[in-house]
């Protein structure tokens, strides 16, 4: 496996959003999920839960319901505005003022004509869906209190609204209230604080559930206006509700992080009639659920503990199999640290601001395993504040530290970093090229006289670098007129290739030499999660989100030999179930013939010299080798060498100096900083 001196980093306290409300499109099989923050991120479910896409949140923008009409994506909050987001460019297409005050909930109808959002004045506000906008149509019966809750029924003429104290049953068509369901307020002390409709959903025979502050579920006859059934599920709130596309199940999430699936069943055996019954409770969250999604095998949940959980069925799910496994996703699936190999520094990306740090010095060396003592510590050089409302997308370190530079969804930022002894200045370079405006991804090229940042139809904008200026050089674009956002952008280390890969599964390789599309990688159906261009072979390799590795020559412009066989005996098992995709892969200069990646639990090399290990190898066998004699050994050798003494990386990369740097963000510390839960009384306290 070889032996490194390793900088163990610990000090990016990287924070993640709580999860404030989430929309399933079932027809793509995408999950959009918004976070505190205002950041929606795009989930593809059909492709191992891969998070494809992000558009940043901004200053202001406080999202509190997000819905899908068709293939479009509405979101709407409490600064009284609804917003529709350009999926292509990853940016908010328009805002329209909704004139009602805050907004608690939006809503579409299923024929994808109206969309309906429930205001802090009481009304509930019908807009027209059309082509490339919408537009206010009418306002319901104002009513007296804030609508909370909304939920169309399937045929689109009535529709539900949540609100304190009670459920209107509204006429689509004429606007007005046609039933008031009164819910009852709890027992005892709580009766007489009053009971807040979190959530409601319109079911296609009329039933009407509710989940209220009381920690009720109700099923209500829409018809009649009448209570149908109560279920006390919790002393605290039931926060969201989700069903699932034929009905027959439904969930609710609480307050004490709690999801509680009810199933539309006979109570007893034999008989016909079917009700709702109460049949499990997940507890996978430590803090409340305030967004579900009910898919056709899993429950997804989300809350203030920050994690999207994805529990599968098991009655909807062949068991022991990778379809049946729990999967929780607490970090993004791309990288927020970026490493300055020659100069030893690192830049750490929040939203709002970039901290450069410089790694710490140790002495002597040591055997496998020792810690050293530290001769420098790390040392924290510029944290830097974005300036605007809207939060940072994306940013890049030169390898030599000389140049720093950001992008948010309006405007693209660069810096000169310049070091004496142990001063440093930074300067923005105030003049930059008008093209550049925007940016999905930034690089720089490996002898830093090259800005790349990718722009919109998977074109890439160069610019060259000087200590003077900064001039604009060329536009490189891809032959397939690609309208999907570019998501990995990467140059080789010698300064000849640059490739982008798209969330359109579309690889493409230009020759920086002559500025042009050298060739298009032949697309796999799953999207890359991670690229890197070997220094000395210049082969393509690529990590996808089903786990599948491709190593692809662009000499030759063809699948290396190493490749082809990699596929046709298959991965072991073992490296096809993984839960986290890889988010990064470099190599070894000391030995050509090793790979490093990572993913979120551990690190691996991947010794291309060594056979391929078969599906009945014992794969994670590093600690078995080692106790085996030297001639024994090599029966047991594979390619794989997996090292997991490191948990929950951000980043593993290889400086200059052949040592590895590591950047760790524990769960336990960030479950540390979240708010205290709900108390809840534990057996023997």
């Not at 990287?14 to 205002?38: E, H």
């Not at 459920?167 to 369901?181: K, N, S, V, Y």
């Not at 009852?184 to 296609?204: D, N, P, Y």
Request: hydrophobic share 40%.
């Amino acid at each position: 496996m070889g032996e490194f001196k390793v900088h163990r980093v610990r000090f990016f306290d990287y924070m993640p959003s709580a999860i404030r409300a989430m929309a399933f499109n079932r027809r793509s099989d995408r999950l959009a999920v918004v976070r505190t923050d205002g950041a929606l991120e795009i989930f593809n479910f059909a492709d191992n839960y891969f998070q494809e896409k992000l558009i940043p949140g901004q200053d202001g923008r406080a999202v509190e319901a997000v819905c899908w009409v068709g293939q479009r994506l509405f979101s709407a909050g409490l600064n009284g505005e609804i917003t529709e987001y350009d999926l292509e460019n990853l940016r908010p297409k328009y805002t329209m003022e909704a004139y009602g005050g805050p907004i608690w909930t939006i809503s579409g109808n299923s024929q994808g004509t109206l969309l309906a959002v429930g205001c802090e004045d009481g009304t509930v506000k019908m807009f027209e869906i059309l082509e490339d906008r919408i537009q206010f149509q009418r306002n319901l019966d104002r009513q007296k209190g804030r609508i909370i809750s909304l939920s169309w029924h399937p045929s689109g003429t009535v529709i539900a609204a949540g609100m304190i104290d009670m459920i209107r049953i509204f006429d689509a068509d004429t606007g007005h209230a046609t039933h008031r369901l009164l819910v009852e307020r709890g027992g005892g002390a709580s009766k007489s604080r009053e009971v807040v409709v979190w959530s409601v959903t319109f079911l296609s025979d009329h039933t009407i559930v509710s989940g209220d502050s009381a920690g009720k579920v109700q099923m209500w006859d829409g018809l009649t206006g009448t209570l149908v059934r109560s279920h006390l599920v919790t002393k605290w709130d039931v926060l969201a509700l989700a069903v699932s596309q034929d009905e027959s199940s439904l969930i609710a999430g609480t307050s004490e992080g709690t999801v509680i699936q009810f199933q539309f069943i006979s109570s007893t055996v034999g008989q016909q009639d079917k009700e709702w019954v109460r049949t499990r409770t997940f507890k996978n969250h430590s803090h409340d659920v305030r967004a579900l999604a009910h898919t056709e095998t899993a429950v997804v949940s989300g809350g203030m503990d920050t994690q999207l959980v994805v529990r599968p069925l098991l009655d909807k799910v062949e068991k022991n199999t990778q379809e049946s496994a729990l999967r929780k996703i607490a970090f993004p699936h791309r990288s927020l640290v970026c490493c300055a190999k020659k100069a030893g520094l690192l830049l750490f990306q929040f939203p709002d601001h970039l901290e450069l740090w410089r790694l710490g010095e140790s002495e002597g060396h040591g055997k496998p395993g020792d810690i050293l003592p530290v001769k420098r510590k790390p040392e924290k050089l510029i944290q830097l504040k974005r300036k605007g409302e809207d939060h940072i997308r994306c940013s890049a370190l030169s390898p030599c530290g000389g140049w720093l530079a950001y992008a948010t969804v309006s405007s693209v930022r660069l810096y000169r970093l310049q070091f004496n002894n142990n001063n440093i200045s930074i300067t923005k370079v105030s003049k930059l090229p008008k093209i550049l405006h925007s940016a999905h991804q930034l690089c720089f090229s490996s002898d830093s006289s090259k800005l790349f940042a990718s722009s919109s139809h998977s074109s890439v904008i160069v610019v060259a670098l000087s200590q003077s200026e900064c001039k604009y050089l060329h536009t490189l674009k891809p032959k397939t007129g690609s309208r999907q956002p570019v998501h990995l952008l990467l140059c080789s280390e010698d300064g000849k290739w640059l490739a982008t890969a798209n969330t359109g599964c579309e690889i493409h390789v230009y020759n920086l030499h002559k500025l042009k599309l050298h060739c298009t990688v032949p697309v796999y159906n799953s999207c890359p999660t991670a690229i890197a261009i070997h220094p000395t072979s210049s082969n393509l390799v690529t990590a996808h989100a089903d786990q599948q590795i491709f190593e692809f020559s662009l000499v030759q412009k063809e699948y290396t030999e190493w490749s082809r066989n990699l596929q046709k005996q298959g991965l072991h098992p073992l490296w096809v179930e993984r839960d986290t995709p890889v988010t990064h892969i470099t190599f070894n200069p000391k030995n050509p013939s090793h790979i490093i990646l990572h993913d979120m639990f551990m690190f691996c090399i991947l010794d291309q010299s060594l056979p391929l290990p078969e599906a009945k190898t014992l794969f994670y066998n590093q600690m078995t080798l080692k106790s085996l004699p030297e001639s024994e050994r090599i029966k047991h050798n594979h390619a794989f060498k997996i090292c997991k003494n490191f948990q929950h990386l951000m980043c593993v990369s290889l400086l200059e100096d052949h040592s590895l740097v590591v950047v760790e963000r524990p769960l336990l510390e960030i479950m540390s900083q979240l708010p205290a839960a709900v108390r809840q009384k534990k057996f023997a306290t």
